[in-house]
């Protein structure tokens, strides 16, 4: 079994030249990789947000997660959106302290949020309110978050990879390939 951060390194490196930017970004990946995994494992849903710009990711990243073709048991990924429509109408602390009781009931063994897009939105807030929350944010650096440029010219391509990075640790994880006692 490998340690995860090796393991980063090396299926990196497998993908080229392609996703030679994420070498050094590595350090910043892991520990929150490893973070939202861990909940994956003890039982948390993964709830989805994405700022408005980004809802092309979320559904590519659902349409792909649980394909049977991948060979391993289906993990409860869900969109925010699509679990509670009226997500635009919040604008309060207490709207959110209302969506996050619902969600507590709908997922008792615990949820992590899983943000992607710009720091701001009420959706941001909404997954800023947890400190397991995974988080990919753009234009700005934020403690326990991937930063992203929202200017750059490869973001979509990026964010493809980074999901395909993610879903690797999935497996890795899934089928004891890795190991997180010392990351």
């Avoid at 048991?73 to 429509?85: D, E, G, Q």
């Avoid at 934020?142 to 490869?154: M, R, W, Y």
Wanted: charged fraction near 25%; hydrophobic fraction near 45%.
């Amino acid at each position: 079994m490998q340690k995860f951060l090796k393991w980063t390194l090396e299926n990196i490196r497998k993908e080229s030249s392609m996703m030679s930017w994420m070498e050094e970004k590595r350090f910043e990946w892991v520990p929150l990789n490893v973070s939202m995994l861990k909940n994956l494992i003890e039982g948390h849903t993964i709830v989805v947000i994405t700022d408005d710009d980004r809802k092309w990711f979320c559904d590519y990243m659902l349409s792909d997660i649980n394909k049977l073709s991948k060979n391993r048991p289906l993990l409860p990924f869900v969109s925010l959106k699509a679990f509670y429509p009226s997500l635009a109408s919040l604008k309060t602390k207490e709207d959110i302290e209302l969506l996050e009781n619902m969600l507590f009931q709908a997922f008792p063994h615990g949820y992590t949020y899983f943000y992607v897009g710009k720091n701001n939105n009420i959706k941001m807030q909404i997954a800023k309110r947890r400190d397991d929350s995974f988080i990919w944010v753009m234009d700005e650096q934020l403690q326990n978050s991937f930063f992203l440029s929202s200017a750059d010219e490869n973001l979509d391509i990026k964010l493809i990879q980074l999901y395909k990075l993610l879903d690797k640790s999935i497996n890795a994880l899934l089928f004891a390939e890795v190991d997180f006692q010392s990351e």
